[in-house]
């Protein structure tokens, strides 16, 4: 499956890119979700793009998805424990694409473990040959993703229990 790659790669790249583009925003919720001082901010935040951005480069070249999901996954780790540490707590964790100020729940924490699972798995499956639907496939399934992190944003829906 060429799309799970691709996928994976996209997702990294416009994270990396989000990064560089809402540079003050998300230093400052790199710094609160990490427990550093502010000033560490900027810091934090060049490493994660970086990262995201080599993880990204590296899911497109099919002799490197192994570094690729290694990167990635250590990652959503990362993020998964940093925003555990924060459950309950009131702020913008940097997820979403707009700055929303909520309390971390088990929704947040649980979407860095999915990604982690899915580049885990997307690396353990043999390599698919590319094919034109690919960058569909993976622009749809990125449209899903984001369209479900807007869901999750809703304040208290009544189907939510947590």
Not at 33 to 39: D, I, K, N, P, T
Request: aromatic content about 6%; proline content about 6%; hydrophobic content about 60%.
């Amino acid at each position: 499956m060429a799309a799970l790659p691709l996928f994976l790669a996209m997702l990294l790249g416009m994270s990396a890119v989000h990064k560089a583009v809402d540079r003050e925003r998300l230093a400052l919720a790199a710094a609160r979700l990490a427990g550093a001082r502010q000033q560490a901010g900027p810091l934090l935040l060049i490493a994660a793009g970086a990262a995201e951005m080599t993880a990204a480069l590296c899911w497109l070249v099919p002799a490197l998805r192994l570094v690729g999901a290694v990167i990635a996954i250590a990652l959503w780790a990362g993020y998964a424990l940093a925003l555990l540490r924060r459950r309950g707590q009131s702020l913008d964790c940097g997820c979403d694409l707009v700055a929303r100020e909520r309390p971390v729940g088990l929704a947040q924490i649980l979407r860095p473990v999915a990604l982690a699972l899915l580049a885990a798995g997307a690396v353990l499956v043999p390599q698919a040959p590319f094919t034109l639907d690919a960058p569909f496939a993976a622009a749809a399934f990125l449209a899903l993703f984001l369209g479900a992190s807007e869901i999750l944003a809703i304040p208290q829906p009544s189907w939510r229990k947590n």
